[in-house]
């Protein structure tokens, strides 16, 4: 099959029935299609009728099970992403999100009362970082801080682990994350780094700096931590205190465990 119509309209994947219900209930997904079986369409569906009658309908290709995933994996070699067979019998072809506008996200953290920020320091992993964006929308966290060189937030496997948060949770890509962490704390946010080298534990973290009205969480890559330009710049370190014998975490649960104790009040 020709897929021409499509990979010159579009640039993005989304697959993961509650991502692509996410994706079809925000307004800003103006331009995408769904293509898929028509039990996956059926079962996309349920419990957002109104949602996919007012905006899916004319944006549809109803297609047998072998042609949908022909016309999928053919996308994703086009478009530069890794196959695996489409979950659900469905998936939505979309136009890449830009990310939030840096200067947008330091006013809007500025005039809050109140703000969530994680900042990732060279986490580059499409699993790790989708699992983040996850728990950061379930903490309702504001803003995902990763510089220009992450090349997250983009992709059939991206958008399926991250379950729909694309949606919800402002990307931000700075060429500088120490500066960005140094214009931070000018503007009174408590920002902390997570790393393993650091005494200080989590639970004996200074009262003022965890219960601030506006926190910035940072965590480094699985290889090497946090970087030694932003260990420079920040504030505060502490580390998650093993109870056991492996003294490290995977960077997702050790997000996860630190946005429960911290965002989490």
Do not use: W
Request: proline letters at 3%; one cysteine or more; charged letters at 25%.
């Amino acid at each position: 099959m020709d897929i021409s119509c499509f990979s010159n309209n579009f640039d993005d994947l989304v697959m993961g029935v509650h991502s692509i219900r996410e994706a079809i209930l925000n307004p800003k997904r103006e331009k995408f299609k769904i293509i898929g079986t028509e039990a996956g369409i059926k079962d996309l569906k349920k419990g957002m009728s109104k949602a996919f009658n007012e905006r899916v309908s004319g944006n549809c290709e109803v297609m047998s099970l072998h042609v949908v995933q022909e016309v999928a994996k053919k996308l994703c070699l086009s478009m530069g992403f890794s196959f695996s067979r489409v979950p659900g019998q469905v998936f939505m072809i979309t136009v890449f999100q830009s990310p939030y506008p840096v200067g947008q996200a330091l006013k809007e953290i500025e005039n809050r009362s109140g703000a969530k920020i994680i900042c990732l320091d060279s986490v580059t992993d499409a699993h790790n970082a989708a699992a983040i964006l996850r728990t950061a929308s379930f903490y309702g966290v504001n803003f995902v801080v990763t510089s220009t060189k992450g090349s997250f937030g983009k992709g059939p496997t991206f958008s399926r682990i991250a379950s729909g948060a694309l949606e919800h949770v402002k990307i931000v890509r700075v060429s500088s994350l120490p500066k960005f962490i140094r214009t931070l704390s000018g503007k009174g946010v408590s920002c902390i780094g997570l790393t393993e080298h650091e005494n200080i534990d989590l639970e004996d973290a200074s009262k003022d700096d965890v219960a601030s009205p506006k926190v910035c969480l940072v965590f480094g890559s699985e290889d090497r931590g946090l970087s030694n330009a932003v260990l420079r710049v920040l504030p505060k370190k502490i580390s998650l205190k093993s109870s056991g014998m492996i003294k490290s975490l995977n960077v997702s649960v050790a997000t996860a465990i630190s946005m429960e104790k911290i965002f989490a009040k």
